[in-house]
């Protein structure tokens, strides 16, 4: 069996030597260091928007320098010493604990209040479920049924499922999700038959593609001209033709282009502007970018976006939107040419 220092050693290639990790870098470290199995009991316990986060981080790394695998290791034991020592009891122990005091009835009601109902790990297999799909699932049940399994959502889940009901009903819905407190057992017992019911039909619905995305790879990756293209398609539907512009000049593209496209796009743009979309930017978008600065002007961006503190995310990518419409108007004007895909090169 290889040693610590030969597996890190096998990952061995891809961050620049220097390069700070974000904490979600280091856990897509420490995932790809552990072995698929123990990685893939990790994943389970994570929500939708935190493994899709990941792995997304994960599948973008080709390899990592053995320093940075040794940090995030490090981290992560340095972390597990802090949270490791004497836990609190387990579920188990303090049911058969509560059971002898209180009797059985009793204790599964002090249980449900320290550790949430057994229906809330049910729901949890529901948040993979399209909200549309969910939206048709729960359309005829009464106003009161509707708000309680919305209740037990990710809030941006039943954002999105609410935002597929009928809009006449929309109201009452959330106004009564806002009144509720305790869920009576009957109540509970409904719920628990309606998520059992979406559950047995969760793999019937209908798989979902990502058209707008799609239709974007394919004319990035078009011969010829691309924009006579983009036209004749425009005469069909101008809006989705839009989105599929938006979706061609995705931000992580500037990763990918020419030291002169780069030095264009950092005069046309503000430096306030490339600090606010720069925020917890992917390291080979920031890297592109801060590597054509002039250097004393990449050390004072970089003290500057440390400087700024947290921003909100809708300013960010606002600010990002903002960059590759001006990306897109220069491409438009002939005055710079840019990569909208990972193509092979050659010197």
Same mark, same amino acid.
């Given at each position: 069996?290889?040693?610590?220092?030969?597996?890190?050693?096998?990952? #061995?290639? #891809?961050l620049?030597?220097?390069?700070?990790?974000?904490?979600?870098?280091?856990?897509?470290?420490?995932?790809?260091?552990?072995?698929?199995?123990?990685?893939?009991?990790?994943?389970?316990?994570?929500?939708?928007?935190?493994?899709?986060?990941?792995? &997304?981080?994960?599948?973008?790394?080709?390899?990592?320098?053995?320093?940075?695998?040794?940090?995030?290791?490090?981290?992560?034991?340095?972390?597990?010493?802090?949270q490791?020592?004497?836990?609190?009891?387990?579920?188990?122990?303090?049911?058969?604990?509560?059971?002898?005091?209180?009797?059985?009835?009793?204790?599964?009601?002090?249980?449900?209040?320290?550790y @949430?109902?057994?229906?809330?790990?049910?729901?949890?297999?529901?948040?993979?479920?399209?909200?549309k799909?969910?939206?048709?699932?729960?359309?005829?049940?009464? =106003?009161?049924? !509707?708000?309680?399994?919305? +209740?037990?959502?990710? $809030?941006?889940?039943?954002?999105?499922?609410?935002? #597929?009901?009928?809009?006449?009903?929309?109201?009452?819905?959330?106004?009564?999700?806002?009144?509720?407190?305790?869920?009576?057992?009957?109540?509970?017992?409904?719920?628990?038959?309606?998520?059992?019911?979406?559950? !047995?039909?969760?793999?019937?619905? +209908?798989?979902?593609v990502? @058209?707008?995305? !799609?239709?974007?790879?394919?004319?990035?990756?078009?011969?010829?001209?691309? &924009?006579?293209?983009?036209?004749?398609?425009?005469?069909?539907?101008?809006?989705?033709?839009?989105?599929?512009? =938006?979706?061609?000049?995705?931000?992580?593209?500037?990763?990918?282009?020419?030291?002169?496209?780069? /030095?264009?796009?950092?005069? $046309?743009?503000?430096?306030? &502007?490339?600090?606010l979309? /720069?925020?917890?930017?992917?390291?080979?978008?920031?890297?592109?970018?801060? &590597?054509?600065?002039?250097?004393?002007?990449?050390?004072?961006?970089?003290?500057?976006?440390?400087?700024?503190?947290?921003?909100?995310?809708?300013?960010? /990518? !606002?600010a990002?939107?903002?960059?590759?419409?001006?990306?897109?108007?220069? =491409?438009?004007?002939?005055?710079?040419?840019?990569?909208?895909?990972?193509? $092979?090169?050659?010197?």
């Open positions: 069996m290889p040693s610590l220092n030969e597996s890190l050693d096998a990952l #061995a290639s #891809a620049p030597a220097g390069i700070s990790l974000s904490p979600v870098e280091q856990a897509a470290i420490v995932m790809l260091s552990i072995g698929e199995e123990p990685a893939a009991a990790v994943l389970r316990c994570l929500s939708r928007e935190e493994l899709l986060e990941l792995t &997304q981080v994960m599948s973008r790394m080709s390899g990592i320098k053995v320093d940075s695998v040794k940090t995030a290791l490090q981290h992560f034991f340095d972390d597990y010493r802090e490791s020592g004497l836990h609190g009891a387990s579920r188990q122990y303090l049911k058969r604990s509560l059971d002898l005091a209180l009797g059985s009835e009793i204790a599964s009601s002090v249980l449900n209040n320290i @949430g109902d057994a229906i809330r790990p049910k729901v949890a297999r529901l948040q993979w479920a399209s909200p799909w969910l939206a048709d699932r729960i359309v005829r049940e009464h =106003v009161r049924m !509707q708000a309680v399994f919305l +209740s037990f959502l990710p $809030a941006a889940l039943a954002g999105s499922v609410i935002e #597929a009901l009928p809009v006449e009903g929309r109201d009452l819905v959330l106004i009564n999700v806002a009144r509720l407190t305790e869920i009576d057992p009957e109540l509970l017992r409904e719920l628990d038959e309606l998520v059992e019911r979406c559950l !047995q039909s969760l793999g019937s619905q +209908s798989a979902t990502e @058209g707008v995305k !799609q239709a974007a790879e394919i004319l990035n990756r078009l011969p010829g001209d691309r &924009q006579q293209m983009v036209e004749l398609l425009r005469a069909h539907d101008p809006a989705v033709v839009s989105e599929i512009e =938006v979706s061609m000049y995705d931000f992580f593209i500037l990763s990918r282009q020419s030291e002169a496209t780069l /030095l264009r796009l950092i005069e $046309a743009v503000p430096m306030d &502007q490339w600090a979309a /720069l925020k917890g930017a992917e390291p080979a978008i920031r890297d592109a970018v801060l &590597q054509t600065m002039p250097r004393r002007q990449a050390q004072g961006f970089e003290d500057a976006m440390r400087r700024s503190g947290p921003v909100p995310m809708s300013r960010v /990518l !606002q990002r939107e903002q960059i590759m419409a001006e990306v897109k108007s220069l =491409v438009d004007a002939g005055e710079i040419e840019v990569q909208l895909f990972a193509e $092979a090169v050659v010197e």
